[in-house]
């Protein structure tokens, strides 16, 4: 019988609960930002108003320089746009119908969602190779490799010259091809958590007709593959 700790709908919600709420504390910064940047254009045009009585051309160097505070608030406003569509997307088609989606854009969704998770001190690489689309709910995936990304990231943390590698391949299985996801990292290990992200992986794969695969080892750090069989 399934306990509340380890049902895969209740550990779902609980990553999805962890990952809203990782997002909205990344969100007060930039959107502290683009508050400032357009306070700032607003006390300039102003200060331009009441420094001349009638039209006047804005000086070049003024104007450039209001441009560039404009362009960065712009790019902060789809930044922070951009951070709540995707967790809105993740969290809102997870236990839906499955469809046929691009996995490397399921993973860059999750590590978008997950990135500032990732100390200064590690470092991130990330591999997409040429795969096929998958029949899967997107929203599980996101939610799962978020999830996987925020393990890894808490087990390179403070780990001098520890990685975290992503990356998605294409590969032959008895029954055809089939995606294979991997996230790991050389990090200090976190082998407490990899018992409790299985489940949620399993679950997840299951839905997938795939499979999914954890392993954690203090001082070596994680391993975590998630492999979705090509519909033909």
Not at 86 to 93: H, K, Q, T
Not at 187 to 201: A, C, D, H, R, T
Not at 207 to 220: K, V
């Amino acid at each position: 019988m399934k306990t509340a700790n380890t049902d895969p709908a209740n550990l779902a919600l609980a990553a999805a609960g962890s990952l809203a709420g990782g997002v909205a504390a990344e969100l007060r910064v930039p959107l502290r930002e683009l508050r400032e940047g357009l306070a700032v254009i607003v006390e300039i045009l102003d200060q331009h108003l009441n420094e001349h009585e009638g039209p006047a051309p804005y000086p070049w160097t003024e104007t450039k320089a209001l441009r560039e505070r404009v362009a960065q608030a712009y790019l902060t406003g789809r930044k922070v746009a951009r951070l709540n569509s995707d967790l809105g997307d993740a969290i809102n088609s997870y236990g839906k119908n499955a469809e046929l989606v691009d996995v490397n854009k399921l993973v860059e969704v999750a590590t978008n969602l997950t990135r500032h998770r990732i100390s200064a001190g590690t470092e991130l690489f990330i591999d997409f190779g040429k795969v096929s689309d998958a029949l899967v709910v997107p929203g599980e995936v996101v939610l799962l490799l978020a999830r996987l990304l925020t393990i890894a990231a808490d087990s390179a943390n403070g780990v001098p010259g520890a990685a975290i590698s992503v990356k998605t391949r294409q590969e032959e299985a008895a029954s055809g091809y089939e995606i294979a996801i991997y996230v790991a990292d050389s990090g200090s290990g976190l082998p407490g958590e990899v018992e409790e992200v299985s489940i949620l992986g399993k679950d997840v794969a299951k839905n997938s007709h795939g499979t999914f695969e954890g392993t954690s080892e203090l001082g070596a750090g994680s391993v975590f593959v998630l492999r979705i069989p090509v519909k033909q």
